[in-house]
């Protein structure tokens, strides 16, 4: 019956029009799920350069834990992702590998179905569970299976190789011994803390395994795999559209070769190649982009009985975490494509109706996977990446197929900020602007509330000497000499002059080039050099410019909403009762509007230190240094500005051969020679940076090392204007510095496009 099933979609692709070979190929990669599914992705596919390609899939052979084991895995994989950075065992969910990728021809898909049917019903004496015996070297720890289940597992693929060896498809089964990898291609160091973690599993707990067959794209297997965070519409014919739901991969290389923050990637939904802003992914699970044919439960299955006699089958029943139930898919309003992934379908009623119809056996195929019958809409928001402010651990979220995503393995919250990119003085596209993250030396209960150490407790300093971090790197002695944990201390900042010293880095608000478009001076500007503005959110009037409004060009001014951020911001300090003593701006003239800006919500007469070290990464002015204003041209405008400041970091030894480690050491150099100058009087210090900054001026402060030049851009979208962080320095510690929670609520708000009028005269044409 399955073979006619398909037989008979693929007629009807070929039928409606469709060339046999791409019907066949849409059917391979949709899992065979029916018609409307192939349609849907052929659609979508329209502009895939490689639609045409006879590139076989790789298939490969997998039994995957269900239930309350596979939570345990699970939460290991978060642990250790958490503590130990990122290693190849989070590219994948936790699963036992039967046999070697294998490639088979997309006409043979609806006989790999049949196969792994016809294998399964060959079972008759599966164990009821799964036993164990862990297992550790130097660069793998894992969970290898008892011979006498083996056995069984290795029949299963011998059976499987039999049958497609009728199709004339090889299939080698798995030569090492079958296991479960926990972790593996970690560092050294984190051997001994992944290993503690690992026997913290609790391997007697209830579990169904199932039989499943998935496939890759064989041209990606060598990819990062990207999540969209953020939809992007192409402003150039080279960039790459990005949709909810989408993947895109790109080659590892691509993190080391671009200087601006945009990478070549291709799309998961369309196919489609070109370059799209890093700013608006993260780094996801290589198997959240694979396709499910069939998923069939062996072992375990007396639980799903037992189950089923108590009362309505639903996830909670077999003990199954809800979130295990979320399935991977997209929906996309152009083409109207819906995907299938992993553990089966849930999506809107209507496209679940409308699937269901066209292709009833997928039902069938979700009973046979023991899922919840009700299909259910996965909240967006489980997909968005949380301000880095947030420091409060909280829950893995997990796909379906029980993978993990990067973009939500740290925090989950939602930021309903969308980033921006930063326009470049030397790209026909903008670049990225860097933001911060508030990576904590502290650890944070779910309260707030910080955890006390007795050695601290005791005025006793305890040394951390190794570290892991989110971007896999460890600390040295050198950079974690100062994380100690500090007792007794509220994650708020600290009110009034007394008390410990509090460091407050802050972005600027909304800048004009970024909301209007780098032709917005040619816009604003006649031949006269006369300002006229063309939008209410465009200031009345500009500072006037040595060289003219060129020099705006990479010096942008705020918008109208920029200098209310900025004020709204320093009106929330002055409610929350914060002191500020001595302010420092980056020479930007957004940033030192917005420490005017901000003074004036605070009700503070601060004169403002212009600092050029606190600028952000040189290596985006490949054409030269900004023609930043002087001091006596800000005072003329109107900013209260110190003229007697004698700069820190000269603007002359600003290079834009600098790097990003460079720039890290820039920024943490400068900031402590700023809190040092300050030490004997004491108060607060208010920084008015960057995006970046907010990261590069507190990270080595608090005990961290910089990032790699992967970890920096990987951060890029975390940073809305005018957001803020916040380092207190310990009272019991000499020189300690660590991150709490800003004192100020954040301010968020959504994208106003420009209106234009003449769109009420054009007449519909539908």
Sequence with gaps: ???????????????????????????????????????????????????????????????????????????????????????????????????????????????????????????????????????????????FITESF???????????????????????????????????????????????????????????????????????ANCQVRKVLYTHVPGAPDELEMCDGDFIYMSESELETSTDGWFLGTSWMTGCIGM???????????????????????????????SEQNGPQTGDNIGINPQLLRSSLYSSDHSCATYVNHFGAQFSKAASQRLLSSDPSLMVNLENNRLERRLVLMPSSSLTAIPESTVVPTPLTVSTSGSLSSAVMTKAAVSTTKPLVH??????????????????????????????????????????????????????????????????????????????????VVRHGERIDFTFGKDWIQNSFNQAGKYIRYDLNMPKSVPKRKCGPQDFKDDSPLTVQGHFQARLLGEAMREKEIFISHVYSSPSLRCVETASSLLEGLTASLEINVEYGLFEWMGWYQNGIPKFMSLQELSSSGHVVNLNHNPIWPLAKCSIQETSEQFYDRCYQVTKEILKRHESEGGSVLIVSHGVNLDTCTRQLVGQPPRSHAGFHEILHKIPYCAMSVAQEATVVRDTWYLIEPPVLPFAHTNNPKYNWTSLTTPSVL
């Design 1 to 143: 019956m399955t073979i006619l099933r398909n037989r008979s979609s693929l007629e009807i692709l070929v039928q409606m029009g469709f060339p046999k070979h791409r019907a066949e190929r849409a059917l391979a990669s949709t899992g065979d799920k029916g018609v409307q599914l192939a349609s849907d992705w052929l659609l979508s596919h329209v502009n895939d350069p490689t639609l045409d390609d006879k590139v076989p899939r790789d298939y490969i052979l997998y039994l995957c834990p269900v239930g309350q084991l596979q939570q345990e895995f699970l939460d290991y994989w978060q642990k250790s992702y958490q503590e130990c950075g990122w290693n190849r065992a989070h590219n994948y969910f936790p699963h036992i590998t039967l046999c070697s990728f294998f490639q088979a021809d997309d006409s043979l898909v609806s006989q790999l179905s049949h196969a792994i049917k016809k294998v399964a019903e060959r079972i008759t004496d599966a164990p009821e569970s799964v036993e164990f015996d862990y297992f550790s070297s130097t660069n793998f720890i894992g969970l």
């Design 150 to 220: 083996a056995q069984m597992l290795k029949q299963i693929t011998t059976d499987f190789a039999e049958e497609m060896k009728k199709a004339g498809v090889t299939v080698e089964p798995h030569k090492k011994q079958l296991h479960v990898s926990l972790a593996y291609q970690f560092p050294t160091d984190k051997k001994e803390k992944l290993e503690t973690l690992a026997k913290t599993i609790n391997l007697k707990a209830p579990a169904r395994w199932d039989l499943r067959l998935y496939s890759r794209d064989r041209c990606k």
């Design 276 to 306: 799209f802003p890093g700013i608006y992914t993260e780094r996801t699970a290589e198997t959240e982009t694979w396709t499910m044919h069939r998923s069939i439960p062996i072992v375990g299955t007396d639980l799903i009985l037992k």
């Design 423 to 504: 326009t470049s003085s030397n790209a026909s596209r903008p670049t990225v602007t860097v933001s911060s993250s508030s990576h904590p030396s502290l650890p944070l209960s779910t309260s707030g509330t910080v955890t006390v150490t007795a050695a601290v407790a005791a005025n006793v300093s305890t040394p951390v000497t190794s570290s892991s971090f989110q971007d896999g790197r460890s600390s040295s002695p050198k950079h974690s000499n100062r994380m100690q944990a500090i007792d007794n201390i509220a994650p708020v900042a600290t009110i009034g002059t007394k008390g410990p010293r509090q460091l407050y």
